[in-house]
């Protein structure tokens, strides 16, 4: 099975602040990586997939970059309603897998 | 508008069976492969199941292989999850979720539905 491993697990930042959260892969998975961000008993919601491609309707904030094993989202600035959890997701090959998850809170 | 409902969830002893439902509306259902994701509460997302658009594929995760089976009706725009065996360890939220293709990714998902497994 693929591993995805995110840094950090929590991160505690300011409105208007500039963040980033890395998702490593125990292999190699091309660029077949989404990003989705969860609130608090609310379902997933899909940010990025391919990647880097951004889901129509996502703000422009929200950015993701990388392939083959490591990966980024980007949120350039940190507005009220992004503190929430992100989860990297693989699609590359069966079992489907996620990133622990990281936490994002106000500082 | 696009959406899925969860249903069928509920408390469940150990050893019992559920079945839950996934009805989708708003888009051509038969067109898209459908999953199962489950979240234990205070954790993460975890792949559960998937079934190709026309039901002849499925893949499952090995924590629940042989246990449970995935299924559709197109004709009724439903997804479906029969769990056997149920244990302590399958206590989550399942939601249901689109697979958007080509792009790869799970674009709509349902509100879910809790499953607690508790004698």
């Known amino acids: 099975d693929i591993q995805l491993t995110q840094s950090p697990s929590f991160l505690s930042a300011s409105v208007g602040d500039r963040v980033t959260i890395t998702c490593r892969a125990s292999q190699g998975i091309s660029s077949y990586l989404a990003w989705y961000q969860q609130k608090p008993g609310k379902a997933p919601k899909l940010l990025i997939y391919?990647?880097?491609t951004l889901q129509s309707g996502v703000p422009s904030r929200f950015s993701g970059s990388g392939s083959g094993t490591e990966f980024t989202l980007t949120i350039s600035s940190l507005q009220p309603e992004d503190f929430a959890t992100y989860y990297c997701?693989?699609?590359?090959?069966?079992?489907?897998?996620f990133g622990q998850g990281t936490r994002l809170e106000i500082k | 508008e696009v959406q899925l409902v969860e249903s069928g969830g509920g408390l469940v002893q150990p050893g019992g069976s559920l079945r839950l439902s996934c009805a989708a509306s708003g888009f051509t259902f038969s067109s898209y492969w459908m999953h199962w994701v489950r979240q234990a509460p205070g954790k993460g997302l975890v792949w559960v199941s998937r079934i190709n658009s026309d039901g002849s594929s499925t893949s499952y995760a090995d924590s629940v292989k042989g246990r449970f089976t995935i299924s559709r009706d197109n004709a009724k725009n439903t997804l479906y999850l029969q769990m056997n065996s149920l244990r302590a360890e399958d206590t989550a939220v399942y939601y249901c979720?689109?697979?958007?293709?080509?792009?790869?990714?799970?674009?709509?998902w349902g509100q879910g539905t809790m499953v607690t497994v508790s004698s």
């Open positions: 391919a990647a880097s």
């Open positions: 979720a689109r697979e958007s293709l080509p792009e790869n990714a799970f674009d709509i």
């Open positions: 997701q693989q699609l590359n090959s069966y079992p489907i897998t």
